[in-house]
């Protein structure tokens, strides 16, 4: 950091200092008392400020960004790549560099290297064509109100909940490392893969990682927002905006995807009974203070009932253990509890309203 | 050759030999910076999805014989800028119009300082003399404003010495300045003013 007292002779010299670049691009109480104290020092500084400021804020450029579906397909190509090159029957590694890996060049060994380069690349496509062997994706679906038990190659179980995805690369044998995609919720009672350094399991879901060892846990990854719930053992949450996460029992993180939000605010940690997040496995909800309008929302997504409530009752709130093996029963019950009317329409929504 | 280590700065996701787990972190969590820097410089975004690849399959082939501690942000650009120079020209992409669409401002964003349509017209302007500057100007400016490194990584990336770098972007920046004109004028009154403000404060 600079000292108050720094002199730049034109606008370009402070245009072109990292910390003025960033306190401009990215101000923070902290630097903000620094510039203004700098500032403050000359009048004159007030003209330089705002030249190299204008020079800055022209600055912007193309940003491209990747959605979720294009970043699982490039790690997963990649991660192919690495177990058909990790695999034993490989003679030897490709030894033509890709990479300057020396600062400077001697004239001739940039040809050197392109030439290696493109033999590189001759090389590796004969390999890869030579060995085509593409482990088939697994996916595992389940329809509305539907939940399903699936054991993974490695004898680990994972409860899927209704209306929700998992897929898994099936070639566990060869790859120490396990992992597998959600989209929904789940439960995972992971096992423990014995002596290996790299037995990670990784749940991916969303932009959130989720790494363990051997533990149960619970994932819910809908419209846009991570729960991870833990029961026992420890995981560790990677993707976050606010860095790793290392979790114990009873810990709830939960990450929204949302727009606009500083990064800070869409993560929240706390801690719950994680039975309460695990009931759906027993077919059963315990709410806790959870208004109609989230019920809704939840319905939506276990059981596709579009259920539309009348604005007055959506902020009514619900405590305790309710069973969700019918939808009809369970709508039943609500109305009883709450005392509204439930009705389904000609279209199949369901309405919510005051008696 | 000499050998190379790649050591993440926070100490978190070492990448030594056999530990898949952590190349893939390394991936995770450069994809964006180095996806951007890439389309940035070829604006083909397959290619540059092969270049990628490329880069970690490489580290991956080499991960035995990886040593010396280098900052790997800036490692990893350097070598995708590498791969992906080798590849336009395998490809026989035709130079001029890569280096003409390379590391361009974007036009559509407007500064946080304009204020009016006068201020748009101007940055409108500027930002389409800052896309006719040398290629290399675009794209140390590029590293240092968009991708925040440091003259140091961007020099490393580039290439050159950290002389250069600086003298890269001062040069683009004086360029810009030297055709704002009539804001100049502005501003150097309005300096004047402050001017004698301070004067008549200390001197009345």
Known sequence: MLSPSTNYRTPEELAADPAFIRWVQDPTPATDAHWQRWLEADALRLVLEQQARQLVGLLQFQSVSLDLANRRGLEAKLRQKMVEIALPTVGSALEAPVLPLRPRTAPGWMAYIAAASVMAVLLTGFWFWQHRTIAPDRTYTTAYGQTQRIELPDQSIVTLNANSRLRLVENWTNNATREVWLDGEAFFDIRKKPGTKAAQFTVHSGRVHVGVLGTTFNVTQRRGTTQVVLSTGSVRLEGLPTGTQFMTPGDRVVYRETAGLPDDRRV?????????????????????????????????????LMVLVNPPLSERRLSGRMSIESPDVFLENLSTILGVSIRRTATNQILIQPQ | MQPTKVDDTDGQNT????????????????????????????????????????????????????????NVRAYLMQSL?????????????????????????????????????????????????????????????YLIYFGQLSYVEAAQIMQVDVKSVYNLVYKALTTIRQTTGVTDWLLVSAGLGLFAESFQKNFS
């Open chain 1, 268 to 304: 929240e940690r706390s801690r719950v009974n994680p039975a309460n997040y695990m009931a759906w496995q027993q077919r059963e909800w315990v709410l806790d203070n959870t208004s109609l309008e989230e019920i809704a929302t939840m319905l939506n997504d276990q059981f596709g």
């Open chain 2, 15 to 70: 990448f030594r030999d056999g530990d898949d787990e952590a190349l893939l972190r390394l991936y995770r969590q450069h994809l964006s910076a180095l996806y951007n820097y890439g389309y940035n410089l070829a604006r083909d975004r397959s290619l540059v999805e092969d270049a990628i690849q490329d880069v970690f399959l490489y580290l991956y082939q080499h991960r035995d014989g990886v040593e010396t501690a280098q």
């Open chain 2, 81 to 141: 800028r590498h791969r992906i120079l080798h590849l336009l020209k395998s490809r026989s992409a035709s130079q001029e119009l890569t280096e003409a669409n390379a590391f361009l401002v974007d036009t559509t964003q407007e500064p946080a300082w304009v204020r009016d349509e006068a201020d748009a017209e101007r940055s409108r302007r500027l930002k389409h003399l800052l896309n006719q500057l040398p290629k290399r100007q675009r794209e140390a400016l």
